[in-house]
Structures are given as structure tokens and as C-alpha cells.
């Protein structure tokens, strides 16, 4: 464990004893202690369900991104468990910024997830450099795998933007791991990449899911992708999106893409919609339960 990670972990530790109990909400999970925005790795292990979250621990504020953890039975009651990543590698050393999770054959629990660090350029300005990045674990304890980063810029298709490319959705099909990626193209378009990969640790591209042909905002984050009743779901939150009627707000929102799949694996769409009207209603992550 890192010095990084174990430091955190002590700190969230003694700081919880300062939070008063009956100042937490009884049926949404609150961060430990100090600052949460995104849901990542939403997802059932070993019969439970896990939920792990973007997590500063020592302030009230947004900070360099760790991955805060907790654990339930039945989605009211939570435990919390230790903080699961922290931003001390030099591929990650800005934030350990949104993904996923998701149990593998052999037992393991892997998490996926953007790594970003800040690089000057040529021109003497600061570029965020992001890439998708692996840790493995057994529920509570993590190592980040020795390939990291597994997909970088070079993997990228063409047109596709080098910078903003995040918040990597794991899921596995006909034995096979699939990763669906949030990126902004060269010309300031939102689109969803696919990866694919054999074993969860070796990725390669596979296809262009869908591009927003600058329909709705500008940079498409944190897509969840999924079948439901003979449908394929994708739903993303767009950045800068721009209202229209009484669908969409001013901002940042939430797009429902409901469409199917054709022969080879094509995403067809057939409608969009909002997931939800409020303005802080943003990047949300499902989960298929036991029961269906």
C-alpha cells in the first residue's frame, strides 16, 4: 500500500469520529468524511453490492480525486470501507478520476478508471493527460496492475480528441470485457468509444458506438451502456448542453439514448431523452440486481 493511500485512510479514520451521526441523510450515502461527487464502481461482489465514489478526504471541497468506498445489502444501509485508490502514481498523480467495477471469473473485483496527471507542453502551457487504468482487488484491498495505463492517446481513433477521454463503463459479453469511454472529438463533438479486451488487463479499440453530431453539448462523460427488455440503453451526461423546450436544460444534463443493436454489433439509435429534469441530476451508474 501506498504511503498516499495509507495516509488517507488513517485520516478518514479518525475525521469520521468528528460527524455527528444524526447529521447524515438515513437512505443516501454521505462521503466519510470531506468531499464526493461521481458514483464509480457501482456493481455486486460476493452477493454485495459496492459502491465506490470521487473522494477527498481532507476538505469539504474538490480536490485530487481518491476513490472512496462503502458497502450494502439491501442499497439503504451502508458500511464504509477503507478508501480503495489514491492518486499516487505518475500516471494518475492529479486524480484517480470516474469508472467502474466489475467481478471477474477468478474472484477478483477489478476497477477501472480514468488516470489523470498534468504535462507542459511545447508551448509552455499545462496539457491534463487521461488515460484508463486498472487496480485489482478482493473487496476492500486494491493494487494498481503493473500495465498501467492500459489505453493511452495512441489508442485513440482518428478525429478523436487526445485530452478529454474518461470515465471508463466495464462490462463483460459472450466472454469477453468490453469498455464503453467518454471523449470529445477534434472539432468539439461528444462521442462513445468502445474497447475490448480478452482478459480485463490487454485492450485494444474496437468501434465508435456513437457520435452526438453537436446535438447535445459538447463533451459526452460518464456513459453507462446496457440492454434492458430488447433494448440497448445508453445513458451520458453532456457538458455545456443548451436547453431545448422542456427537455433539456441550460448546462450540464443527462441524455437517455434508447436504440438496438444490429448483426455486427452496431448501436442503432431510435430516440433521446433526458433521465431526469432537475439541474444536479448528472452522471449517474446502474446496476442489473439479482432479481432482475
Known amino acids: 500500500m501506498s504511503d498516499k493511500l495509507n495516509q488517507a485512510r488513517e485520516y478518514e479514520v479518525k475525521k469520521e469520529k468528528s460527524i455527528p451521526e444524526e447529521q447524515r441523510p438515513l437512505f443516501h450515502l454521505t462521503p466519510r468524511c470531506g468531499w464526493m461527487n461521481d458514483p464509480n464502481g457501482f456493481s455486486s461482489y ?11 478526504p481532507y ?9 472512496g468506498h462503502a458497502k450494502s445489502k439491501d442499497l439503504i444501509s451502508w458500511e464504509y470501507l477503507p478508501a480503495a485508490i489514491a492518486p499516487d502514481s505518475k500516471y494518475d498523480s492529479f486524480g484517480c478520476f470516474s469508472g467502474s467495477a466489475i467481478e471477474m471469473p477468478d474472484g477478483k473485483q477489478l476497477l477501472v478508471y480514468t488516470g489523470v496527471r498534468k504535462e507542459e507542453n511545447e508551448d509552455g502551457g ?5 488515460t484508463q487504468c486498472l487496480a485489482v482487488g ?3 484491498n486494491y493494487e494498481k496492475y503493473d500495465g498501467n495505463p492500459v489505453i493511452q492517446a495512441d489508442a485513440l481513433p482518428k478525429g478523436a480528441g487526445k485530452f478529454d477521454f474518461r470515465d471508463p ?7 469477453k470485457y468490453y469498455m464503453v469511454v467518454g471523449n470529445k472529438t477534434e472539432d468539439k463533438d461528444g462521442q462513445i468509444l468502445q474497447f475490448v479486451s480478452d482478459d480485463g488487463f490487454k485492450w485494444s479499440y474496437d468501434r465508435l458506438v456513437i457520435k452526438n453530431n453537436h446535438r447535445f453539448g459538447v463533451m459526452w462523460e460518464c456513459p453507462d451502456y446496457f440492454e434492458l427488455e430488447g433494448k440497448q440503453i445508453l445513458l451520458t451526461s453532456p457538458q455545456d448542453m443548451l436547453p431545448e423546450e ?4 441550460n448546462g450540464n444534463g443527462t441524455l437517455c439514448v434508447i436504440g438496438s443493436m444490429d448483426e455486427d454489433g452496431n448501436f442503432c439509435e431510435e430516440n433521446c431523452q433526458a433521465v431526469d429534469y432537475g439541474i444536479d441530476f448528472y452522471a449517474p451508474q446502474t446496476i442489473l440486481t439479482d432479481d432482475g
Open 46 to 56: 460476493k452477493g454485495e453490492y459496492h459502491l465506490f465514489y470521487q473522494y477527498y
Open 59 to 67: 476538505d469539504t471541497v474538490w480536490g485530487p480525486m481518491h476513490w
Open 126 to 130: 499545462i496539457d491534463e493527460i487521461q
Open 138 to 140: 478482493d473487496g476492500e
Open 169 to 175: 463503463k466495464v462490462f463483460m459479453k459472450n466472454g
Open 246 to 249: 422542456l427537455e433539456f436544460h
